[in-house]
């Protein structure tokens, strides 16, 4: 499958799934559809100190090509969720073909 088939799939997934989120970095943010889950204590990654408030978001590049947020997504990033301004812990971007199709960010608060 090719990377803009890929993000094609995944855009319509959030679409149908996914729920609003607003993206900050400094004075700028983005609105994106992303799909959010709880993390369990297994799933955490390096670095992360508690399960408690950890939360993992699947992105599209797609909602990023405007540039307001460019990539990539830095943890000094925040993530406005359910009415909550929330910290990005980890942020891991998916390759294909050299082209990110996925970004994974996890965020806690």
Known sequence: ??????IARLDASLERAGTDI??????????C???????SAQELRPGSTS?????RAILSPTDFAGGAVP????????VLWN??????????PVIMDGQV????ADFMG
């Open 22 to 31: 607003k993206i900050f970095r400094a004075a700028s943010f983005v609105e």
């Open 71 to 78: 990539l990539p997504l830095k943890v000094t990033d925040k």
């Open 101 to 104: 199709v996925r970004i994974e």
């Open 33 to 39: 559809r992303a799909r959010v889950r709880g993390l």
């Open 51 to 55: 399960g408690q408030g950890a939360f």
């Open 1 to 6: 499958m090719a990377a803009q088939d890929t």
């Open 83 to 92: 009415g909550s301004q929330r910290s990005i812990t980890y942020v891991w």
